[in-house]
Nanobody
Framework: QVQLVESGGGLVQAGGSLSLSCTPSESIDSISAMAWYRQAPGKQRELVAAITSLGTNYADSVKGRFTISRDNAKNTLDLQMNRLTPEDTAVYYC????????????WGQGTQVTVSS
């Protein structure tokens, strides 16, 4: 069982930046794929960005503004978020799976990101 702990959320003004990190309870080298999801009030959880053996992919709404990366030295999954808008306000969740394919089996508790206008 992999435990994931997110950090870095907070309150920021529109146009600002935030960086999120996710630390797994075991070596990130043992994890095949990782992702960031988010859920805004009254909305379904949506994929923000993912990083797999095939590369990275992003939701259209964050392309060009967000960057997902894995830092094996720090053992973290990071999400750099730039030019934030109020529509980015949500709880952000880290997800992971050990299999190369399939759904994400492990989830963090989430971290709140609030963007004020």
């Amino acid at each position: 069982q992999v435990q994931l702990v997110e950090s870095g959320g907070g309150l920021v003004q529109a146009g600002g930046s935030l960086s999120l990190s996710c630390t797994p309870s075991e070596s990130i080298d043992s994890i095949s794929a990782m992702a960031w999801y988010r859920q805004a009030p009254g909305k379904q959880r949506e994929l923000v960005a993912a990083i797999t053996s095939l590369g990275t992919n992003y939701a259209d709404s964050v392309k060009g503004r967000f960057t997902i990366s894995r830092d094996n030295a720090k053992n973290t999954l990071d999400l750099q978020m730039n030019r934030l808008t109020p529509e980015d306000t949500a709880v952000y969740y880290c997800a992971a799976r050990k299999q190369r394919w399939g759904r994400f089996d492990y989830w963090g508790q989430g971290t709140q990101v609030t963007v004020s206008s």
